[in-house]
């Protein structure tokens, strides 16, 4: 009932930028955060990055400085600008969303199916 879609992984060179987006859809209450996370062959996934509802950001040490994320709470969106690419963030990319389905249930956490995203040298 719930869906998790990203879009805007692909192939870049090292030094360039994408812009992933991930739209939360279906029997939606209320969302708390949002984020991204990435997990490469052989990694554990890790977090890159989140937002509150009330737009308070934390990122991994990693990227900061080079990516933003942002969202769009009318439109159930959040956004991650990757700028400064590098052959280390090669990854597939996953949306994640702690959420509710109505105002009797509890918070639960929802994933995205994953966006490749492939920085070549």
């Known amino acids: 009932q719930v869906q998790l879609v990203e879009s805007g992984g692909g192939l870049v060179q090292a030094g360039g930028s994408l812009r992933l987006s991930c739209a939360a859809s279906g029997s939606i209450f209320s969302i708390r955060d949002m984020g991204w996370w990435r997990q490469s062959p052989g990694k554990q996934r890790e977090l890159v990055a989140v937002?509150?509802?009330?737009?308070?950001?934390t990122y991994t040490d990693s990227v900061k400085g080079r990516f933003t994320i942002s969202r769009d709470n009318a439109k159930r969106m959040v956004y991650l600008q990757m700028n400064s690419l590098k052959p280390e963030d090669t990854a597939v990319y996953y949306c994640?969303?702690?959420?509710?389905?109505?105002?009797?249930?509890?918070?639960?956490?929802?994933w995205g199916q994953g966006t490749q995203v492939t920085v070549s040298s």
């Open positions: 937002i509150t509802d009330s737009g308070v950001t």
């Open positions: 994640g969303a702690e959420l509710r389905t109505s105002f009797l249930t509890t918070m639960k956490f929802y």
